[in-house]
């Protein structure tokens, strides 16, 4: 008896044992190309750019951010790897033993060494002579495009690097130097606008090039609304007026009372609206719009009140939607009617700005519709003959606040 139970413990471990090593076996088999590190030392042959159409053209040197093809032997033996003193990221998803592709790194080396370090498991070292290239400086958008003569200014980018042996310099239009610079990051300039400043691109040198923003100073193209010599109308056309607070370039919209946090229980069109619509059903576009999804729509903005519940809606109209010959209110909640939604408070809680800003919305973020969901409708040409600003729900719930939000100088700005 004792013998026939050893006998049958025996069995049932042996069976244990044989259907876990199937198991194990069967787990492996599962996934045969898993990555593997390899041993042994690294090599590389060239590097080219990944386009298989430019497998021809070596490179010795990429712009940092590029995404570059290592061709060699041996190089899933790589753990990590060093452009420069900065490592990169590596993803095995793109390493064979023959190829790597990798991302230079975005960060300005302390140490200039005009090589790759390649490292394997065994913390050995392969040197290859790569040269990372530092871009020209990329000047994307500013603080107030609209600023006067004196203001501290900021613009905002990349790249914005001071060497000694080539300081960083400023021009704004017609040649113009920018004599007082207070602060420089890589990705931001202030300085002060100086005398003479007028109506133009601005450029930035650094040693490593040039670079010209994408935007003008002082834009007057596709004006829509200035409150000026261009003006809102409809049931609506906005409290106008030019100080407390000053404006920035003469009269301004001004948008202010009380709005409740809860989302969507504001409707205050004399407090915080505008209208401009067409005079009849063939009213032409506002600007050409034949580009509309590569432009943007830009604005100044000074909130000196806390803005805490809403959104600004920005909803561009057809003459057969809306016009002094067909005025109504419906469309603002039409959801076939796209529109931007803008909730600068969203992520802080509450929203002021320090003096006038600059406000741009891309003319494809006009999608939504008045809660936040998405449109059932879509922007085109021939849709662009009358607008209206509104704040008023969003989708979002904030607080309580009675906001003091002036506006100028609403125009779209073709792509650059």
């Excluded at 049958?8 to 199937?22: A, K, R």
């Excluded at 990944?50 to 290592?70: E, H, K, N, R, W």
């Excluded at 607080?399 to 609403?410: A, L, R």
């Amino acid at each position: 008896m004792k013998l026939n139970i050893k006998h049958q413990i025996y069995t049932l471990l042996l069976t244990v044992l044989t259907v876990s090593g199937v198991a194990v076996l069967s787990s492996c088999e599962d996934e045969p190309d898993k990555y593997k590190i390899a041993s042994g030392t690294p090599e590389i042959l060239y590097a080219r750019m990944p386009d298989i159409a430019s497998a021809d053209s070596l490179i010795t040197g990429a712009y940092m951010g590029t995404t570059v093809c290592f061709v060699g032997n041996n190089l899933r033996s790589i753990t990590e790897m060093y452009f420069n003193d900065q490592k990169a990221v590596l993803n095995t998803s793109f390493i064979t033993d023959h190829t790597l592709f990798v991302t230079v790194p975005g960060t300005i080396p302390e140490e200039v060494t005009d090589m790759i370090y390649l490292v394997n498991s065994k913390q050995d070292t392969v040197r290859y002579e790569f040269s990372v290239l530092v871009p020209a400086p990329q000047v994307t958008s500013m603080s107030n495009e609209y600023a006067n003569e004196g203001d501290i200014v900021t613009i905002y980018g990349d790249y914005f690097l001071d060497d000694e042996s080539g300081p960083l310099s400023i021009m704004m239009a017609g040649n113009l130097p920018v004599t007082e610079i207070t602060s420089i990051t890589k990705t931001a300039v202030s300085f002060c606008l100086p005398e003479g400043s007028s109506k133009g691109y601005i450029t930035v040198t650094t040693i490593y090039g040039t670079g010209r923003s994408k935007f003008q100073y002082k834009d007057d193209r596709n004006i829509l609304l200035d409150w000026d010599t261009t003006f809102a109308n409809g049931w609506r056309p906005g409290v106008v007026q030019g100080t407390d607070p000053e404006g920035i370039s003469g009269d301004y919209v001004i948008f202010q009372g009380s709005l409740d946090g809860e989302s969507g229980a504001s409707w205050n069109e004399d407090g915080f609206s505008f209208n401009y619509w067409a005079a009849n059903a063939s009213s032409p576009d506002l600007f050409d719009a034949e580009d509309w999804e590569n432009m943007t729509l830009k604005f100044e903005i000074n909130v000196t009140q806390p803005w805490s519940a809403c959104a600004l809606q920005m909803i561009f109209t057809t003459a057969d939607q809306v016009s002094l010959e067909n005025d109504n209110n419906t469309f603002i909640t039409d959801e076939s009617i796209p529109r931007a939604l803008w909730r600068p408070w969203e992520e802080i809680g509450s929203y002021t700005t320090d003096g006038w800003r600059t406000i741009s919305v891309p003319l494809s973020e006009f999608k939504y519709t008045h809660i936040g969901g998405t449109s059932t409708g879509s922007l085109r040409p021939g849709h662009f003959t009358g607008l209206t600003f509104f704040v008023y729900a969003g989708g979002i719930n904030g607080t309580d606040c009675s906001p003091v939000i002036c506006i100028d100088n609403i125009r779209v700005m073709p792509a650059e």
